[in-house]
């Protein structure tokens, strides 16, 4: 993996799209680990508004994102669920169709749902929303109480910090444990979560060993970091 786009829409939550620039893109080469070819962009190159009062100027259409090795997709306002830029959809089918990496943060995994790349496969969200993404998308087989799954090279995240685990999760597969590590030191996270609530617990933390488990209701291969 080598390039990287980091697709931004109207309205985008920017705790989640400095996840993506943070595992990303940024120069840790005095670590020893590999530089990518990080890229914002957007399907209006200007400026887009974030959810909180401030935006980002975004210099790059979307032709980068069309030979992307990876494509990550923030978070929407629950009001454009329904509605994600036809432009943007394109970009996430192309990618999947030519099995390059996608992975979404957050509820950005409703824009992978809108362009039909997680019909019959695992996913999952932020918990709060999981209901609806099950109502509007009864061909995903949604799975709530993980931080983030894997199938194929499609990776959705459950919301905020999730999307970190989830990012580790992708580096570990293309440059190695050891290299990610260093990036999670930097981070000063942890390279793999080994304790804490399941995302729709309202109770105490339950202390455990975050594993992975391989398995699908539906039949598919893929990855899960369960609690």
């Given at each position: 993996m080598k390039t990287v786009a980091c697709i931004l829409q109207e309205g985008f939550?920017?705790?989640?799209?400095?996840?993506?620039?943070?595992?990303?893109?940024?120069?840790?080469?005095?670590?020893?680990?590999?530089?990518?070819?990080?890229?914002?962009?957007?399907?209006?190159?200007g400026a887009v508004a974030s959810n909180v009062g401030f935006s980002v100027n975004v210099e790059d259409d979307l032709s980068f994102a069309y030979e992307a090795d990876l494509v990550v997709v923030c978070p929407l306002p629950r009001t454009k669920w329904a509605s994600s830029d036809p432009r943007v959809l394109d970009v996430v089918r192309h990618a999947a169709a030519r099995d390059a990496w996608l992975l979404s943060v957050c509820s950005g995994s409703f824009v992978l749902a809108a362009a039909g790349v997680l019909n019959g496969r695992r996913a999952t969200t932020h918990w709060?929303?999981?209901?609806?993404?099950?109502?509007?998308?009864?061909?995903?087989?949604?799975d709530p109480d993980v931080l983030f799954v894997q199938d194929g090279r499609i990776i959705t995240s459950a919301g905020t910090a999730?999307?970190?685990?989830?990012?580790?999760?992708?580096?570990?597969?293309?440059?190695?444990?050891?290299?990610?590590?260093?990036?999670?030191?930097?981070?000063?996270?942890?390279?793999?979560?080994?304790?804490?609530?399941?995302?729709?617990?309202?109770?105490?933390?339950?202390?455990?060993?975050?594993?992975?488990?391989?398995?699908?209701?539906?039949?598919?291969?893929?990855?899960?970091?369960?609690?």
């Open positions: 939550a920017p705790f989640e799209f400095g996840v993506a620039c943070e595992a990303f893109g940024l120069d840790r080469s005095d670590d020893g680990v590999p530089n990518f070819d990080f890229r914002v962009v957007t399907a209006e190159p709060k929303y999981a209901d609806a993404m099950a109502r509007m998308h009864p061909q995903i087989a949604v999730a999307g970190l685990d989830a990012c580790l999760h992708l580096l570990r597969q293309e440059i190695g444990a050891e290299l990610t590590n260093r990036v999670a030191r930097r981070m000063v996270v942890p390279p793999q979560r080994d304790g804490a609530r399941r995302s729709t617990s309202t109770g105490p933390f339950r202390r455990g060993r975050a594993t992975l488990s391989r398995s699908s209701p539906i039949g598919r291969s893929s990855t899960c970091a369960r609690i």
